[in-house]
């Protein structure tokens, strides 16, 4: 066996023994007779859900060994100036105004684009239901958690909302060796928070797990993927973010032989950490271009 199979053996021997709690999360119905709890996803009402408790495990021990372009998402340390901003509109703001040239240099992009109207401020403010939605004029502050794992973006989505995007800035849609679309997720309350942001291992995801669904909101409506529940999926997160590190994650990649997707949901965490602090979050997206 060569050096960087017997790395790679290794490091899934490491995770098999990694420190884990349990969520519940909603998936897709797989068949009829799936006896597992039904559940309702405001938004999604059109896709017959279930739901399940899974185990998650904690990331940060192997921190090092997750990529963008394997599984799907990694952990960067990362400084932002305005973490107790109250404002969500001007936090947003703010956010790209910081993020769009750390991700070009991030990645030695030739082009980051961010999508307008793709910053969400999330703010569960210990509330009892915090899957009760409520919007601002525009989409940046809400209170809903997902907690259904999902994929933004559909391989057709993926170019499609760039292009729009594009357009919409009234920018000139560019040909490119590879096009991404990469979401960036940061907690900005103390942790622990009480409703983290997990992500699957994209190599545990097969096609056959996929259910295509659309999003319909903000006059735009989109294919993405639901996904349904396989005991094989291997669901990370990262215990007690900070607002200096944040996690990016893959929601399209036009090169084929990289993972081109991350699967997430958010979780009730508050069984294994009781006295956990209401999640305040924010979330970017931006459509990154390569030369």
Same mark, same amino acid.
């Given at each position: 066996?060569? @050096?960087?199979?017997?790395?790679?053996?290794?490091?899934?021997?490491? +995770?098999?023994?990694?420190?884990?709690?349990?969520?519940?999360?909603?998936?897709?119905? +797989?068949?009829?007779?799936?006896?597992?709890?039904?559940?309702? !996803?405001?938004?999604?009402?059109?896709?017959?859900?279930?739901?399940?408790?899974?185990? @998650? &495990?904690? *990331?940060?021990?192997?921190?090092?060994?997750?990529?963008?372009?394997?599984?799907?998402?990694?952990?960067?340390?990362?400084?932002?100036?305005?973490?107790?901003?109250?404002? /969500?509109?001007?936090? *947003?703001?703010?956010?790209?105004?910081?993020?769009? /040239?750390?991700?070009?240099?991030?990645?030695?992009?030739?082009?980051?684009?961010?999508?307008?109207?793709?910053?969400?401020?999330? %703010? !569960?403010?210990?509330?009892?239901?915090?899957?009760?939605?409520?919007?601002?004029?525009?989409?940046?502050?809400?209170?809903?958690?997902?907690?259904?794992?999902? @994929?933004?973006? %559909?391989?057709?989505?993926?170019?499609?909302?760039?292009?729009?995007?594009?357009?919409?800035?009234?920018?000139?849609?560019?040909?490119?060796?590879?096009?991404?679309?990469?979401?960036? #997720?940061?907690?900005?309350?103390?942790?622990?928070?009480?409703?983290?942001?997990?992500?699957?291992?994209?190599?545990?995801?097969?096609?056959?797990?996929?259910?295509?669904?659309?999003?319909?909101?903000?006059?735009?409506?989109?294919?993405? #993927?639901?996904?349904?529940?396989?005991? %094989? &999926?291997? #669901?990370?997160?990262?215990?007690?973010?900070?607002?200096?590190?944040?996690?990016?994650?893959?929601?399209?990649?036009?090169?084929?032989?990289?993972?081109?997707?991350?699967?997430?949901? *958010?979780?009730?965490?508050?069984?294994?950490?009781? &006295?956990? &602090?209401?999640? +305040?979050?924010?979330? *970017?997206?931006? %459509? !990154?271009?390569?030369?």
């Amino acid at each position: 066996m060569g @050096i960087a199979a017997q790395m790679a053996t290794a490091a899934r021997m490491q +995770r098999n023994h990694l420190d884990c709690v349990q969520g519940e999360m909603a998936f897709a119905r +797989r068949s009829p007779d799936e006896t597992a709890p039904e559940f309702v !996803v405001k938004g999604y009402d059109h896709v017959p859900m279930v739901k399940y408790d899974v185990p @998650i &495990h904690d *990331a940060r021990p192997v921190v090092s060994g997750f990529t963008l372009d394997r599984e799907g998402f990694n952990l960067v340390k990362h400084k932002i100036s305005f973490a107790d901003e109250p404002d /969500p509109t001007v936090m *947003a703001d703010k956010y790209l105004a910081e993020m769009v /040239p750390f991700i070009k240099d991030y990645f030695k992009a030739a082009q980051v684009v961010p999508r307008r109207d793709g910053v969400i401020v999330r %703010s !569960v403010s210990g509330s009892a239901d915090p899957t009760k939605e409520q919007y601002a004029s525009k989409p940046v502050s809400q209170t809903r958690v997902a907690g259904f794992a999902h @994929i933004d973006y %559909s391989s057709v989505a993926g170019p499609m909302l760039a292009a729009y995007e594009n357009q919409n800035q009234g920018l000139p849609i560019q040909a490119y060796s590879r096009l991404m679309v990469i979401q960036a #997720w940061r907690a900005v309350s103390p942790p622990p928070q009480d409703f983290p942001l997990a992500f699957c291992d994209g190599t545990s995801i097969k096609d056959t797990d996929l259910y295509e669904s659309y999003y319909d909101r903000y006059e735009l409506k989109h294919k993405t #993927w639901i996904l349904q529940r396989n005991p %094989s &999926h291997r #669901w990370y997160y990262f215990p007690d973010m900070t607002s200096d590190e944040f996690v990016l994650f893959k929601g399209y990649d036009s090169l084929d032989e990289c993972n081109p997707r991350c699967a997430h949901a *958010a979780f009730d965490n508050r069984r294994a950490t009781p &006295h956990a &602090h209401p999640r +305040r979050s924010i979330e *970017a997206r931006f %459509s !990154v271009y390569f030369d």
